[in-house]
């Protein structure tokens, strides 16, 4: 049984969201949070608070359908970013100029599956 998370319209650009989620993934989810805890790049936070929100999903929907959990079982399966808006902002420039500022924001997504479930998934 998967779990999925995803944040939307964060104010990340996705090549640097992609450099953090590019270190997770394949990971086992506990160990992939205890990695974004002390990743120095700061994408590394939201993702963290993403993952952790997955194996949240994952206790919920494991106690609905009454089946046995275990947070050390996770595996992050799929995980990638998407770009979102882009915000266009105009800053000053010499000679009564303007130049265009991009702000650039991601969507990111999380997929979690116990390590058993894998097993039966052609790959």
């Given amino acids: 049984m998967e779990a999925k998370a995803q944040v939307r319209f964060i104010r990340v ?6 450099r953090v989620v590019d270190l997770i993934r394949g990971k ?3 160990e992939a949070v205890a990695v974004l805890k002390f990743a120095p790049q700061a994408a590394s936070e939201p993702v963290r608070k993403l993952v952790e929100s997955a194996i ?4 919920v929907k494991a106690d609905s359908a009454s089946v ?3 947070e050390q079982e996770l595996v992050i399966t799929e995980a990638f970013v998407d770009e979102g808006p882009t915000l266009k902002r ?5 000679q009564g100029r303007a130049s265009q500022i991009l ?3 991601s969507h ?3 997929v979690l599956t ?3 479930d894998m097993k039966g998934r052609a790959r």
């Fill in 114 to 116: 116990p390590r058993d």
């Fill in 90 to 94: 105009f800053r000053p420039r010499a």
């Fill in 103 to 105: 702000k650039r924001t």
């Fill in 56 to 59: 949240a999903n994952a206790r």
């Fill in 108 to 110: 990111i997504t999380v």
């Fill in 68 to 70: 046995r959990f275990d």
């Fill in 28 to 30: 086992q989810a506990v």
């Fill in 13 to 18: 650009t996705p090549q640097k969201a992609r």
